[in-house]
């Protein structure tokens, strides 16, 4: 028998639902985190169960939340509260950065037109992970175009949206059947065994929230297939460390040298320098880029 339930998730104004779940999906055909214009909706899988999220935006201050599923979950609200709490940021007070942008003659414009984005984060380090290994070396939209077929071939499904594959979703799969949805070898060898490492406990990532930002990267990099950009990724959009801005990614260090109207594109170091002025809130920067780019690709 379905069942559905409906409440309120309060938010930290001023939010807005819209720029938030774009900063999160990044692309159109992103077929995981859906976007109709009005509502958001991802498919979680819950003890074992697949659970479909509906989230719309009543007011600045509270979203409404439709949850579904095939069968009763224990403690569901609880859980699902407690996910797009941190997947949509909606616990975040971002008035320092607000102040911070308005005294920025880069930032303030770009703030300002964005106001009411919050740092998005995706539910587990594993799908950031999985994330970065798949955008390696390739546009962002086959990175995107690849995910999709991972987890349409191997994610639960409800009704017709998939869920993002869980570690043991793919612990067991070949790495050819990988290697079938578009991945090189490397890459689906990189993700099979990441799958198997979080499988067996060798590495559950459990206190990587404690941790502090060298210590997760060094860690990191001791992965099969993740070098310094995919683990600064994964810092910010895996941790929400938005002290983080990705200085090994392409895309950003263009976005960044409109921004502050370089003759070249910097390098990781000279990103490190600019951004500076930026601490705690780089990360957050990295964001508003985003928007920003896909705003002029008449996305938004």
Not at 100 to 116: I, T, V
Not at 192 to 198: E, F, H, K, M, Y
Not at 237 to 266: C, E, H, W, Y
């Amino acid at each position: 028998m379905l069942c559905e339930k409906k409440f309120t998730l309060p938010v930290v104004p001023p939010f807005r639902l819209d720029l938030t779940v774009w900063t999160l999906r990044r692309r159109q055909r992103n077929h995981i985190d859906r976007w109709n214009g009005k509502e958001y909706t991802r498919v979680f899988v819950l003890d074992g169960n697949a659970v479909h999220v509906v989230v719309e935006q009543q007011h600045e201050t509270n979203l409404l939340i439709t949850v579904r599923c095939e069968s009763k979950v224990p403690k569901l609200q609880e859980i699902i509260m407690g996910m797009l709490t941190t997947m949509l940021g909606t616990d975040k007070n971002l008035e320092k950065f607000y102040r911070l942008a308005e005294r920025d003659k880069h930032l303030k414009s770009l703030a300002a037109s964005f106001k009411g984005v919050k740092p998005p984060r995706f539910p587990t380090i594993f799908e950031a992970l999985v994330n970065a290994i798949a955008c390696q070396q390739v546009t962002l939209d086959v990175g995107i175009l690849l995910l999709n077929r991972l987890s349409e071939s191997h994610g639960k499904q409800f009704a017709d949206q998939y869920a993002f594959p869980r570690p043991e979703d793919l612990a067991d799969v070949s790495e050819g059947d990988i290697k079938s949805l578009g991945f090189s070898y490397q890459k689906s060898r990189a993700i099979i065994s990441l799958a198997n490492t979080i499988v067996s406990k060798e590495d559950s990532f459990n206190n990587f929230e404690n941790l502090p930002n060298e210590t997760v990267v060094t860690r990191l990099m001791k992965i099969k297939g993740i070098g310094r950009w995919s683990a600064e990724y994964v810092l910010l959009r895996g941790l929400g460390r938005i002290d983080t801005f990705p200085g090994d990614d392409v895309g950003a260090q263009k976005n960044l040298m409109q921004l502050i109207n370089a003759s070249k594109r910097p390098n990781y170091d000279e990103i490190q320098q600019v951004t500076k002025q930026w601490k705690p809130f780089a990360g957050l920067v990295y964001f508003h880029l985003l928007l920003d780019k896909l705003q002029k690709k008449n996305l938004l």
